[in-house]
């Protein structure tokens, strides 16, 4: 089975069914503006029109804080590899978010493969969601090509009125739709009212930063002396939020923590930020990016330029959240527009 619908009333059943046999996370709301990915047992603690979470799903794929080794030299030179995994159902993606994951499943199956996140990625399963409208003013989902589902999900969820319609995508997504039995076969009737929404939303979602997607590489490679930068410079006060909240940032600091005595410890990996002044440094001090201008150019062209030559795909997702939380108001769209302005 390939498409399915599930009747808005069965919606409580569904996911008390799944939290039954799985663990599942879904976004929840803290206050009216912000949502989090929380476990959920029900459908009433889930909101299912959201604004990006806080943290995008890259929490539940790669952990803040992860031991990747525990050693003991008491009795020779003694290892053990440690993969903290945990098997979850992650309910209500977005489509910006979707492709968040998909890039990071790139960065880490590529050379030297990246095993604890490979095993712990195989332990999720993803149901995705579709937005009929924009979340906010901050989204640039149309403009990365992300305000539509491309994939990199189990099941897909469309709201539809009364139903959602439901596009099996894996196996596992399969399976899991079978356990809680509260579907029904998707009619040709189901499959008009798809496309007739697609349709509408063609009216919606336009490209937010009146540039052309396949030039971005160029703009950032011509205006990689801009004033832009400078001004950027000024104003960014280097606290990494953006980095952190951003669904494909993947950078990562490892670290010995011994016990007192030295002797056992445990190898731990945590989330680092190109925003961050000793991120660059190597041995001898000398600092790669000392300058705040430097940091954030290199930030802007690891999302819209980097990953373009070397896995042909943009690393911004379109989500919006780096503007969301930025103290200093830097906003990614009015950069992109600055930079068109002079160089376009
Ligand atoms: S969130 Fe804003 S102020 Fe903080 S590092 Fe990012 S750009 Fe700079
Ligand atoms: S950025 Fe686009 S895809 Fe992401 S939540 Fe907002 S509207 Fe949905």
Same mark, same amino acid.
């Given at each position: 089975?390939?498409?399915?619908?599930?009747?808005?009333?069965?919606?409580?059943?569904?996911?008390?069914?799944?939290?039954?046999?799985?663990?599942?996370?879904?976004?929840?709301?803290?206050?009216?503006?912000?949502?989090?990915?929380?476990?959920?047992?029900?459908?009433?603690?889930?909101?299912?029109?959201?604004?990006?979470?806080?943290?995008?799903?890259?929490?539940?794929?790669?952990?803040?804080?992860?031991?990747?080794?525990?050693?003991?030299?008491?009795?020779?030179?003694?290892?053990?590899?440690?993969?903290?995994?945990?098997?979850?159902?992650?309910?209500?993606?977005?489509?910006?978010?979707?492709?968040?994951?998909?890039?990071?499943?790139?960065?880490?199956?590529?050379?030297?493969?990246?095993?604890?996140?490979?095993?712990?990625?195989?332990?999720?399963?993803?149901?995705?969601?579709?937005?009929?409208?924009?979340?906010?003013?901050?989204?640039?989902?149309?403009?990365?090509?992300?305000?539509?589902?491309?994939?990199?999900?189990?099941?897909?969820?469309?709201?539809?009125?009364?139903?959602?319609?439901?596009?099996?995508?894996?196996?596992?997504?399969?399976?899991?739709?079978?356990?809680?039995?509260?579907?029904?076969?998707?009619?040709?009737?189901?499959?008009?009212?798809?496309?007739?929404?697609?349709?509408?939303?063609?009216?919606?979602?336009?490209?937010?930063?009146?540039?052309?997607?396949?030039?971005?590489?160029?703009?950032?490679?011509?205006? $990689?002396?801009? /004033? &832009?930068?400078?001004?950027?410079?000024?104003? +960014?006060?280097? !606290? =990494?939020? *953006? @980095?952190? %909240? #951003?669904?494909?940032?993947?950078?990562?600091?490892?670290?010995?923590?011994?016990?007192?005595?030295?002797?056992?410890?445990?190898?731990?990996?945590?989330?680092?930020?190109?925003?961050?002044?000793?991120?660059?440094?190597?041995?001898?001090?000398?600092?790669?990016?000392?300058?705040?201008?430097?940091?954030?150019?290199?930030?802007?062209?690891?999302? $819209?330029?980097? /990953? &373009?030559?070397?896995?042909?795909?943009?690393? +911004?997702?379109? !989500? =919006?959240? *780096? @503007?969301? %939380? #930025?103290?200093?108001?830097?906003?990614?769209?009015?950069?992109?527009?600055?930079?068109?302005?002079?160089?376009?």
């Amino acid at each position: 089975m390939q498409n399915a619908i599930l009747r808005k009333s069965h919606l409580n059943d569904f996911i008390s069914k799944l939290a039954a046999m799985e663990k599942v996370m879904a976004p929840v709301a803290k206050d009216p503006t912000h949502f989090a990915f929380e476990e959920v047992k029900s459908a009433k603690e889930i909101s299912l029109r959201y604004i990006p979470t806080i943290l995008p799903p890259k929490k539940y794929f790669m952990p803040q804080h992860e031991t990747l080794l525990e050693y003991d030299t008491r009795e020779g030179q003694k290892m053990r590899a440690v993969a903290e995994v945990e098997k979850i159902v992650l309910f209500g993606v977005h489509t910006c978010d979707l492709a968040g994951v998909q890039c990071l499943n790139i960065v880490f199956s590529d050379r030297p493969k990246d095993l604890n996140y490979l095993i712990r990625k195989n332990k999720i399963a993803i149901i995705g969601i579709e937005c009929n409208e924009y979340c906010d003013e901050h989204a640039s989902c149309a403009l990365m090509g992300n305000h539509i589902p491309k994939g990199g999900y189990d099941m897909f969820f469309t709201d539809l009125g009364d139903y959602f319609f439901i596009h099996v995508n894996t196996q596992l997504g399969e399976e899991l739709l079978d356990k809680t039995g509260v579907y029904e076969e998707a009619t040709i009737e189901h499959m008009n009212a798809l496309e007739d929404l697609r349709n509408k939303k063609k009216e919606i979602f336009k490209n937010e930063v009146d540039v052309d997607k396949n030039m971005i590489p160029e703009l950032f490679k011509k205006g $990689f002396d801009s /004033p &832009v930068w400078d001004d950027l410079g000024e104003r +960014c006060i280097s !606290c =990494g939020n *953006c @980095t952190n %909240v #951003c669904p494909t940032c993947y950078c990562f600091d490892v670290y010995d923590d011994p016990d007192l005595g030295a002797k056992t410890g445990k190898r731990i990996r945590v989330w680092d930020s190109c925003q961050n002044e000793p991120f660059a440094k190597v041995a001898g001090g000398e600092s790669f990016r000392s300058q705040r201008k430097d940091r954030k150019r290199h930030r802007f062209n690891r999302k $819209f330029r980097y /990953p &373009v030559e070397r896995y042909g795909k943009f690393f +911004c997702t379109g !989500c =919006g959240r *780096c @503007t969301r %939380v #930025c103290m200093a108001k830097i906003n990614l769209k009015d950069t992109i527009k600055s930079l068109a302005k002079e160089y376009k």
